[in-house]
């Protein structure tokens, strides 16, 4: 079910267009992926909730200037990562001190083991880049994903680092392209590649901890 937003209720917001979409659709599509990437910048729900509200009725105040220059959804996301950063700050100096920056945890987590290392082909082997471990059987379940599944990606993708779990959203959730990803992120094509690959599989390895208890 999609939070309501806050914007104009006279009903004339669904046929506001945005890139040539009604923006009812926007909301519709975006409005949930957009609070758990906020999430990621801010240090409570409702800090995320607040910071897609505003992002939403910026996108209904500048809409006409969207140019196209890239899709809806990259200039959607860039302006919930400007109104969750703004939100982050106030944050900031209301409680006097610095929040510990989401990039630090992310160093530190890429200075860690491939999270994949032993489970995949080494270069070379006729194989290459496949797994040589494959997933878990209890976890590859033919049925309809039950809750019980769900709550597990749900808690495995919060057990990731922010920029990870923000990626995995972009790419996974919302399906932006690479280009698109690393634009929102400002990562280099080649550092999204590595990010991405380390999310994947952290994520994995957190899914498979999670669901074989």
């Not at 914007?7 to 909301?27: D, M, Q, R, W, Y």
């Not at 910026?58 to 990259?74: H, I, K, N, P, Y």
């Not at 070379?124 to 496949?130: I, N």
Request: glycine share 4%; net charge negative.
């Amino acid at each position: 079910m999609v939070t309501p937003v806050a914007v104009p209720p006279e009903g004339a917001h669904s046929e506001h267009l945005v890139g040539g979409i009604p923006l009812a659709t926007l909301v519709r599509d975006f409005h949930r992926p957009m609070v758990s990437f906020a999430r990621t910048l801010v240090h409570s729900a409702a800090l995320a909730e607040d910071a897609v509200q505003e992002a939403w009725l910026q996108v209904l105040c500048s809409a006409d200037s969207f140019e196209g220059r890239s899709s809806v959804s990259t200039w959607l996301f860039g302006i919930v990562k400007n109104t969750a950063s703004r939100h982050r700050r106030r944050e900031s100096r209301i409680r006097d001190h610095e929040v510990l920056a989401a990039t630090d945890a992310d160093a530190a987590a890429d200075a860690d083991a491939d999270p994949l290392a032993g489970r995949m082909h080494p270069a070379g082997h006729p194989d290459a880049g496949h797994w040589s471990e494959p997933p878990a059987r209890r976890f590859l379940v033919d049925e309809t994903v039950t809750s019980e599944l769900v709550a597990a990606v749900r808690a495995a993708l919060d057990a990731l680092p922010p920029r990870q779990r923000q990626l995995v959203i972009l790419r996974d959730l919302v399906g932006t392209s690479a280009q698109e990803a690393a634009e929102i992120l400002e990562l280099s094509a080649e550092a999204q590649r590595a990010l991405l690959y380390r999310a994947r599989g952290n994520l994995r390895n957190e899914l498979e901890r999670r669901y074989q208890r």
